[in-house]
């Protein structure tokens, strides 16, 4: 048992060295690889040297040092894909959900309540006189109110709504599981929030609901 612990002990010291020093580290008869992160935190490839093996560690290292190179060019190109992804899908100027991305959820979402015959509202938000708040303060600081409106709405949203850019001024919540009645309380909720950047006017919206009739 104590030979156990020693050799997890070694493990783990290799771990943490690979990961503090970004390079491989040989320990024994290991070779710790860092190859980068993951959600779940670092990700460390360890190489064994075989019994029997001829093999060098200096060998090892430069083997370890070739898949690691490797691997990272693997993963960045993973990152690339998955960020580019993730782009596509986002409206950069407000970080909601964009237009396209609406289309995709909201047919998946219509599809599921039509097998399942839940209820299910969409609301359409439209900011109120946007274009003379544009002129008067200028397109910076209309940007910068459509952020506000964003996050403010955002924080009404229950985990399974949508909330999206449908373009322009205009915002679409998507509602499942809702009934009609209920929508329409909730934007109301969403409609009496407070719009305002700075010491400048505030802004009011209006908002249409609808149910879905499966």
Not at 9 to 15: A, I, R, S, T
Not at 147 to 169: F, H, K, N, P
Request: hydrophobic share 40%; aromatic share 6%; charged share 30%.
């Amino acid at each position: 048992e104590a030979a156990t612990d020693d050799v997890l002990q070694v493990d783990l010291d290799g771990f943490r060295e690979a990961i503090r020093t970004r390079r491989s580290v040989i320990q024994r008869d290991r070779c710790f690889v860092p190859v980068g992160k993951t959600p779940s935190g670092n990700l460390v490839v360890i190489i064994d040297r075989r019994p029997g093996r001829p093999r060098s560690m200096a060998s090892v290292r430069e083997v370890a040092n070739a898949l690691a190179g490797a691997l990272l060019r693997m993963s960045g190109r993973v990152a690339f894909v998955e960020e580019f992804k993730r782009e596509s899908m986002i409206d950069p100027l407000t970080g909601l959900l964009n237009r396209r991305t609406l289309d995709e959820r909201l047919r998946a979402e219509l599809e599921e309540h039509s097998r399942t015959g839940t209820p299910m509202c969409v609301a359409m938000v439209d900011v109120d006189h946007f274009k003379e708040y544009n002129d008067e303060f200028g397109h910076l600081s209309g940007d910068e109110m459509l952020r506000l409106i964003s996050v403010t709405m955002a924080t009404a949203c229950r985990r399974q709504d949508l909330l999206a850019r449908y373009g322009g001024e205009e915002f679409c919540f998507v509602l499942p599981d809702v009934a009609l009645d209920a929508a329409v309380g909730m934007m109301e909720q969403v409609r009496t929030l407070p719009y305002r950047v700075g010491d400048r006017r505030p802004l009011t919206i209006s908002i249409g609901v609808a149910a879905w009739a499966a």
